[in-house]
């Protein structure tokens, strides 16, 4: 009998399509937990099985869990404990999640964090609001002074009044350089697949992410520092076992934990990474779920750049120019474009999606970086204010 694995996910996107393309490769059957399953009766067209959120154990016996998101994160860890499959505990999981509890825990365990606290002015300037209740970028505002800290934070308010959690995290502004690690932990101890640069500089007042790329061009004593603190605080949260992608800020301080997630990384990024023989992050993950040894698992020789394609403005989408000339980028490996045509597109800090992805596979970082600029200067999108008229 073949090995099962029991994937929580509160959408049914691109990411999703990628893990059941995974297994299928693999020989693996994927059981898709969802909040979706009233309306997806067969989630990918080939008799695959989709249960709800409240009662995926009666489907069971599975071989491993995984999750696509955050929230489905935490639902994932509280399933894994009650079938004794190895992932994080619930607990640690909410503590990943949680912005204010994640840096309490930083700060326990001695690692750099600025000063934060809830739903207050802070002592001085500048500083970010970030609210609890949202995930990635959305709703994290800078301020510089009394009158824009009020300004984002009521525009915040009115971002978060139908959350379950509507605190807002106030913490003092880091500069410097940001990253990302991807990778999984095993009996808690992180295997890093890539270390991405974020050359585009995050400094607000909104912190879009554009571009990543791998490998880092930082020294190897900054990498090392980098995947240092980045177990130091899968250990401050008790992370034990599973994918997590963490994000941080480096200046002349040392590194500044902003988060580790108890998940892989999200939307079409995924693609960005390719390990020698062809193999895709979902198809590590999944074989890391069911016990498998992915230890070997190295990453396609030469660089490996995406770009989330960011929305100009807000209107609704109409189209865009200029894909032939993008695709045809030296470097360029795709362009996929997210956005369906009638779609309103709203940009952080309000939104929460973007316009699309671009790919790069090349020699160097730096090649990759400019490959995906020259790209996106080619794309024209035409965005209308006004929704369009239907006859």
């Known amino acids: 009998m073949g090995k099962r694995v029991l994937l929580f996910a509160s959408t049914t996107g691109y990411q999703v399509r990628s893990f059941s393309d995974a297994a299928g490769k693999l020989g693996i059957e994927l059981v898709l937990a969802t909040d979706r399953c009233h309306v997806i009766d067969d989630p990918w067209g080939d008799q695959a099985i989709a249960v709800g959120f409240e009662d995926p154990e ?4 599975f071989d491993g869990v995984l999750a696509v ?19 994080s505990s619930a607990r640690a999981v909410a503590h990943a999640h949680n912005k204010f509890l994640a840096r309490e825990k930083f700060k326990d365990a001695g690692l750099l964090v600025p000063e934060f606290h809830l739903n207050a002015p802070p002592k001085r300037f500048p500083c970010v609001l970030k609210p609890l209740g949202l995930s990635g970028s959305r709703g994290v505002i800078r301020a510089d002074n009394l009158d824009q800290f009020n300004e984002a934070f009521a525009r915040i308010q009115r971002l978060v009044e139908h959350e379950d959690n509507p605190s807002i ?13 991807e990778g999984v932990v095993r009996g808690g101890h992180l295997q890093t697949f890539a270390i991405f640069d974020k050359p585009d500089p995050l ?21 090392q520092a980098i995947q240092d603190t980045t177990q130091r605080a899968i250990d401050a949260l008790g992370l034990t076992d599973g994918p997590i992608h963490a ?38 993950l999944l074989r890391h779920a069911i016990g498998d040894d992915v ?3 190295r990453l396609a ?7 989330m394609i960011p929305i100009p403005r807000a209107g609704v989408y109409r189209g865009v120019d200029g894909m032939d000339e993008a695709k045809v980028v030296e470097g360029i490996e795709d362009v996929v474009i997210t956005a369906k045509l009638g779609q309103k597109m709203l940009p952080l800090p309000e939104g929460a999606s973007y316009l699309g992805f671009m790919f790069a596979r090349v020699e160097t970082a730096a090649a990759a970086e400019q490959a995906l600029r020259i790209a996106h200067r080619a794309l024209k999108f035409d965005f209308s204010t006004a929704l369009p008229i239907v006859n």
């Open 58 to 61: 009666s489907r069971g016996p």
């Open 69 to 87: 998101g955050d929230g489905p994160a935490l639902l994932a860890a509280q399933a894994a404990e009650r079938l004794k499959l190895r992932f």
């Open 169 to 181: 995290q106030v913490e003092d502004f880091i500069p410097g350089r940001e990253f990302a690690v």
């Open 203 to 223: 400094d607000g007042p909104f912190f879009e992410e554009t571009i990543y790329v791998t490998p880092s061009r930082e020294t190897e004593g900054i990498q």
């Open 247 to 284: 994000e941080m800020r480096v200046n002349e301080r040392g590194v500044w934990m902003l988060e580790v997630a108890a998940r892989p990384i999200g939307g079409l990024c995924s693609r960005v990474l390719q390990f020698e023989g062809g193999i895709t992050l979902e198809e590590i």
């Open 295 to 297: 230890s070997g698992g």
């Open 301 to 307: 020789r030469g660089a490996h750049g995406v770009m």
